[in-house]
Structure formats: structure tokens, C-alpha cells
């Protein structure tokens, strides 16, 4: 009886996306890292916090319930907003609205100070492709690895899930499925980045969970 209360009161503190583990295909989310939903509003940041995350490239904002990047051409590299984790096998979900810009991604990076790139997953408006990737600023090696084309709308709301197991890596934005293997993949992940080339993409409910192939979280 004391267990099923202390659930329920600990499901009444969480976002409403958080509460049921999303489904999957290759492996369980078994621990919820954090589930964002970005409905508080904020500020326009530039470094530093953002609704427990990290700004730390471009313009990030929280307003009209979803959190909002934007590239500054000043800083000619793509907008990035970061949450620092310690895992191997994830699940990401989000939702997530194209608007202007020219593509979002969701990136991980591994544990090598200063974290290295390590995979991304890319939307633009006519594609939807996975990178490896190595290294960290001047030494970053991407190769694409799997790509999809395929029309997204830029003004509407698309549902994303991301599933990293092992060396498997899949990716699902509304019906479509794109999945790629590599031994990078593996390697443990230390931050998840939210990306944005351009101007005017929005993402909201973004949660990271820590996965596995045991018994699904409930």
C-alpha cells in the first residue's frame, strides 16, 4: 500500500508527457533522467541556465510553451542547448516545430572531457538523416551513415523518439523510421544537446530516459 502511494505521489510531480515510458522497439526506458516540458516562460539566454538546461551556443527562449533557438550569425556555428547525463543506452523524446530554420538535430556526446561528438540525428524540411561523429570543435569528423528523404512540414508539431542501444541507433519522427548501426553508438553518453541551424524551430516535452533491454519502467 506504501509503495503504490509513494508512486502515484511521484508521478503527480512529474510533466504529464513523463508519466507512462514511451513505447519502443530495441530496447526499455528503464530510468527517467528528466522530462522537460518547457512551459515556464524565460528569458532570452545566451549562456546559462534555461529550464534546468544548459544555453551555450545562439539565442535560446522559453514563451508561448515551448522553448525556442535561434542561430546568431556571430557565432557562425549552429544554435545548441545541452543537459548533462551519465548513461550508455537512452531513449529522447520530444516534440519538436521546424519553422524557419534550415534543419534541428538532436545530438549525443560522450564522456571525453569536453565531451566529444558522438551521434546526431538530423530534420530539415525534405530529409531526416543519423551522423556518427568524433572529436570536438576544429577536429569534429561527421559521416553520414543513413539518410531518408522525405517532406516535413516546417509549421507543424512532429513527435520524435530516439532509441540508442548498443551500436543500434533508431529514429522516429511521426511515421517515419530511420535506423543505423555503429560501434560509436555504444560508447557511453555524457550530454544531450538540442540543435538548431537557422532561425525559428521550437521544441517542447523533451525527456531522457536511461534504457536497457530489462524490465520497462512503469
Not at 540525428?121 to 569528423?141: E, N, R
Not at 561527421?142 to 528523404?149: C, D, H, N, T
Not at 548498443?166 to 560508447?187: L, N, P
Request: aromatic share 6%; hydrophobic share 40%; net charge neutral.
Amino acid at each position: 500500500m506504501k509503495s503504490a502511494l509513494f508512486l502515484l505521489l511521484a508521478l503527480a510531480v512529474l510533466p504529464v508527457h513523463a508519466q507512462t515510458p514511451p513505447e519502443t522497439k530495441i530496447s526499455g526506458p528503464l530510468e527517467l533522467i528528466v522530462a522537460t516540458p518547457f512551459d515556464e516562460d524565460t528569458p532570452a539566454t545566451r549562456k546559462g541556465n534555461i529550464s534546468g538546461w544548459q544555453a551555450s551556443i545562439g539565442e535560446w527562449t522559453v514563451n508561448d510553451g515551448a522553448l525556442h533557438g535561434d542561430e546568431l550569425p556571430e557565432d557562425k556555428h549552429p544554435s545548441s542547448c545541452t543537459y548533462r547525463i551519465d548513461a550508455s543506452d537512452l531513449v529522447i523524446t520530444a516534440r519538436f516545430r521546424l519553422g524557419g530554420a534550415g534543419h534541428v538535430a538532436f545530438g549525443c556526446r560522450d564522456t571525453i572531457a569536453p565531451h566529444h561528438h558522438l551521434a546526431r540525428t538530423f530534420i530539415s524540411p525534405d530529409a531526416i538523416w543519423i551522423q556518427h561523429m568524433s572529436g570536438i570543435s576544429k577536429t569534429t569528423k561527421a559521416v553520414k551513415i543513413a539518410e531518408m528523404k522525405t517532406p516535413i512540414d516546417p509549421e507543424a508539431w512532429h513527435d520524435l523518439t530516439i532509441e540508442i542501444s548498443g551500436d543500434h541507433y533508431r529514429a522516429k519522427i511521426d511515421g517515419h523510421v530511420i535506423e543505423a548501426r555503429h560501434e560509436r553508438f555504444a560508447d557511453a553518453k555524457g550530454l544531450v544537446a538540442l540543435i538548431v541551424k537557422g532561425q525559428g524551430a521550437q521544441f517542447k516535452e523533451v525527456t531522457i530516459w536511461k534504457a536497457g533491454k530489462g524490465k520497462v519502467a512503469r
